[in-house]
């Protein structure tokens, strides 16, 4: 059996992106590798915290992105190879600490990879990073598919040691997620040590300290840094992964990058153009190299640039055009600029077509409009559409209800701060709208630290923020600390479900396991708030007559920030499986359905997808494969007809 | 370079499902199975929030020529797969063409709305009436029943690959699935396994 951290030189093997990614940095021999769970790029870290004992590695899942830069930052301060992984939101967190590393620059070579999510597919916003890599000025690589995918992070290593300072691989979910052939190369043996040299002078950069400086050694850091950019750029000049495929004198110069340099290949197939169109790829989308894009640009007067959201590619190589002379000024450029292409939303083949078909004036094969309109229709009428919601048995379900409940209660109007993970879906249906607003990691209890200052302004609804317990160590806790010190009027609700749920269960601080399965100190939540200065409370929220009192008694306390934590344990976690706390049955003879007044509370409102529906007999029935016995259901019928019978 | 013995090149497969019916597993499977025989493959997906009750779709891009993209162009699929019956249609509506195969489970996964008594699900008689109207050949089989008969659901998905090769549409046989279980299982798996693929080939082999 091949596997990412065996495979030999010259295997061949299917990989995701993700895996090939990880396949690259051991092949690159890193040995510090750090990241905070986020779709589209937790593979990576998963992949190689199970070869960490084999290839000498120190895998870890930090506290946050920022927190994770630092850590492998330190890696490649004494010498080591180090990589941190985050999607793009990450980025924005760790771009703190990357401004002042980019000007202090690496020893070991050091990777940031940023898995983004073009059409926020698994994502809230669809926001980039590749402007990082312009505003802090360090190289950035887009590997266009999946071997380039491997190969490129490891070349992003040996890039990053000629030029002492970090480089940004970028991937998207339709490489990091997608899967295609990789022929392996070699994995070196690896036996560093660690040291980290400072008695050297202020300005050597492998022997001396690393600081940032005010005043003009600042200015002077900051000229030695894009002296490194430039000779970037010089490397780029003839770097394998851009490449140019297509006619001598094509009519039409497609410029891309990413993974839709295949939709691009894909395209001009599709439209028939072969003769017509040329495309060249760039890996390294920042700096440009310009010479290799004057060779290039020569060959037509009309050029269509092919990216995904902004037109980062596009205005850059316009400068750029610029800069070259009026010859290159003049040129035709379509893109995002000329409405080509939309500034949303991630490409396809088919789009890409649509681009070519409209500027070469070409015909496109589409279905028939007979067999599109009848699908249309069948597929409205026959497939009903899948909205999310939480899973059978999900404790966040049986937790709003009680919130919205309490505030019902309470009736003042009170509603709920919310951010990122399977809790965010309580804005949705499954989660009663109970969430009010959603924004980035940690930012609920920040809001709701600002909003339960408002009472000074007339505001007097009750003011509350969610969190899961990941989340609660990752961005929380200054928020917390924030609201406590400025006696904001708030209560927060810790959703503790043991896990980051919605990435895949990876560990945080709160658990006793790290990345690679051994044990470590947890730290306790209602400790941590408690030493904050918080009253706190902790409840089971499956409990859900309890859990309805102590939350209002909380939420009425006027008192400053109250902390609840309604802890149980994810109805999908691992641990839990395949364990019924309860049988569950609903008797038909009590269960009168819509003459009860319950107005079906349990399936129009509650709707577990355990508790279904019977639209002959007209009452709930449990289905049993669904169904993870929980019990909650039993608790909110109002007439008592979902009974519940504990196993032993 | 492999000489081709595919009926189109790229051949495009897309296996259609909802979260948690295990598309993932079934299309690393069939991409294993044919880049073992010298294919390129290309697999597109998509998960994430799939798992919380939401549709899942797998491309897969066969080719003995190149790399293709992850994503089939809108109305270029060959073949679907489908996991749950109402699902193929969805995929229909974005990627069917008169020409295409549909290979369908028919035991339904109802959405939150049909659960709670929102909206209604189509019967077995429209469903496949729908999915014959829209396509040039189709192949109807209860994959989960005879799962369940073998002891776990799960085994739906590999009567289904067994069902994809019993059609002819791809080169996939008996063996090559056993070398791409012997990749990823233990070997206590294998058997039941096979024997799950075997009657799957049976539903739809001529
Ligand atoms: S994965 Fe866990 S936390 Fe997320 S919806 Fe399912 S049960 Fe709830
Ligand atoms: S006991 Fe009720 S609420 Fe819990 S999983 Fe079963 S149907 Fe859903």
Redesign the interface.
């Given at each position: 059996?091949?596997t990412l951290n065996t495979g030999r030189k010259g295997e061949?093997m299917?990989l995701m992106g993700n895996e090939a990614i990880a396949r690259g940095a051991l092949e690159a021999g890193v040995n510090v590798v750090t990241g905070y769970p986020g779709?589209?790029s937790s593979e990576i870290i998963d992949r190689l915290s199970k070869a960490d004992r084999e290839r000498n590695l120190y895998v870890e899942w930090s506290v946050n992105e920022k927190v994770a830069t630092e850590v492998a930052a330190a890696g490649s301060f004494a010498g080591l190879r180090s990589m941190a992984v985050m999607k793009m939101m990450g980025v924005n967190v760790a771009s703190d600490f990357l401004m002042h590393l980019v000007m202090t620059g690496t020893r070991g070579g050091l990777v940031l990879v940023s898995a983004e999510d073009p059409g926020a597919?698994?994502s809230l916003t669809e926001g980039e990073s590749r402007y990082y890599s312009k505003f802090l000025e360090f190289p950035l690589l887009e590997p266009g598919?999946?071997?380039e995918a491997k190969d490129m992070t490891k070349w992003a290593f040996e890039l990053s040691e000629k030029i002492n300072n970090i480089v940004m691989l970028r991937t998207v979910?339709?490489?990091s997620?997608?899967?295609?052939?990789v022929v392996l190369g070699e994995l070196p043996e690896t036996s560093p040590r660690a040291h980290f040299e400072f008695n050297g002078t202020i300005l050597d950069e492998q022997t001396g300290p690393i600081l940032t400086v005010p005043g003009p050694f600042a200015v002077n850091l900051h000229a030695r840094q894009q002296n490194k950019l430039q000779a970037a750029a010089n490397l780029f000049e003839d770097c394998p992964f851009n490449t140019y495929e297509g006619p001598e004198n094509p009519e039409l110069l497609i410029i891309t990058s990413s993974?839709c340099h295949?939709?691009c290949?894909?395209a001009v197939e599709?439209v028939d153009a072969p003769d017509r169109v040329g495309i060249l790829k760039l890996g390294t989308t920042w700096p440009l190299p310009a010479k290799f894009l004057k060779k290039h640009m020569q060959r037509t007067e009309r050029i269509l640039i092919i990216e995904e959201v902004l037109p980062f590619l596009e205005e850059n190589i316009q400068v750029l055009a610029c800069q070259l002379g009026a010859e290159f000024a003049a040129k035709k450029f379509h893109g995002k600029g000329d409405g080509t292409m939309d500034k949303v939303g991630e490409l396809?083949?088919?789009l890409v077509?649509g681009a070519l078909s409209r500027v070469l004036d070409l015909a496109m094969e589409?279905?028939?409009v007979d067999?599109?309109e009848?699908?249309?229709k069948?597929?409205v009428?026959?497939?009903?559409?899948?909205?999310?919601?939480?899973?059978p048995g999900c404790p966040h379900r049986a937790s709003f209800w009680s919130i919205k409940r309490v505030l019902e209660l309470n009736n003042q109007q009170g509603f709920v701060c919310g951010d990122i993970g399977?809790y965010g879906?309580g804005m949705l249906p499954?989660g009663f709208e109970t969430v009010k607003t959603v924004h980035s990691m940690g930012s609920g209890t920040g809001l709701a630290s600002g909003f339960g200052k408002l009472g000074q302004f007339g505001m007097d609804q009750k003011v509350l923020s969610v969190c899961g317990d990941s989340t609660f160590f990752h961005t929380v806790m200054p928020a917390l600390a924030n609201a406590i010190h400025h006696r904001a009027d708030i209560t927060l609700v810790v959703l503790d479900n043991s896990g980051t749920a919605?990435?895949g269960f990876q560990p945080h601080p709160g658990l006793t396991i790290k990345a690679s399965g051994t044990e470590l100190p947890a730290l306790d939540i209602p400790s941590i708030c408690r030493a904050m200065g918080a009253k706190v409370q902790v409840v089971n929220p499956f409990d859900v007559e309890n859990a309805e009192k102590v939350l209002l008694k909380t939420i009425e306390d006027p008192d400053g920030v109250k902390v609840v934590v309604m802890r149980q344990i994810c109805a999908?976690s691992p641990e839990k499986k395949s364990k019924k706390q309860f049988e569950i049955q609903v008797d038909e003879n009590v269960c009168i359905g819509e003459e009860c007044g319950c107005n079906?509370l349990c399936?129009?409102v509650f709707?577990c997808?355990g508790?279904?529906?019977d639209?002959e007999k007209k009452t709930s029935k449990i289905?049993a494969?669904l169904c993870v016995g929980c019990g909650v259901c039993h608790s909110i019928c109002p007439s008592g007809a979902i009974q519940r019978k504990e196993i032993a | 370079m492999k000489q081709t013995t595919l009926s189109m090149d790229p051949y495009n497969l897309i296996i259609t499902g909802?979260g948690g019916q295990g598309n993932v597993l079934a299309?690393?499977l069939i991409?294993?199975m044919l880049?073992e025989q010298g294919y390129?493959?290309?697999?597109?997906?998509?998960?994430?929030?799939?798992?919380?009750?939401?549709?899942v779709e797998s491309h897969i891009r066969v080719s003995a020529q190149r790399?293709?993209?992850?994503?089939?162009?809108?109305?270029k699929a060959h073949m679907v797969v489908a996991l749950e019956p109402?699902?193929a249609?969805?995929i229909?509506?974005d990627y069917?063409?008169?020409g295409v195969k549909v290979l369908s489970n028919m035991r339904p996964v109802?959405?939150?709305?049909?659960?709670?008594?929102?909206?209604?699900?189509?019967s077995t008689e429209?469903?496949k009436e729908?999915i014959t109207?829209?396509s040039k050949a189709s192949w109807f089989v209860n994959s989960t029943d005879e799962a369940l008969k073998l002891g776990n659901?799960i085994f739906g998905n590999i009567i289904l690959i067994g069902a994809l090769a019993g059609t002819n549409a791809l080169p996939l046989d008996h063996k090559s699935f056993e070398k791409a279980l012997?990749?990823?299982m233990k070997p206590d798996k294998i058997d039941v396994n096979l024997k799950a693929f075997d009657i799957g080939k049976e539903m739809t082999s001529a």
């Open positions: 059996m091949t061949k299917l779709t589209p597919i698994s598919g999946f071997q979910t339709r490489i997620h997608g899967s295609g052939n993974v295949l939709y290949i894909e599709l396809n083949p088919t077509a589409t279905v028939s067999y599109s009848n699908i249309n069948q597929a009428d026959n497939a009903p559409d899948r909205m999310l919601t939480f899973c399977c879906m499954c919605m990435t999908l079906r399936t129009r709707k997808p508790l279904v529906w639209g289905d494969v | 909802v299309s690393r991409g294993n880049s390129y493959i290309t697999i597109g997906e998509s998960f994430g929030a799939a798992q919380r009750g939401g549709a790399t293709y993209s992850p994503q089939i162009p809108k109305g109402t699902e249609i969805r229909l509506r069917g063409n008169p109802y959405s939150m709305g049909v659960i709670c008594g929102e909206q209604s699900y189509p429209k469903i729908c109207a829209s659901p012997l990749q990823r």
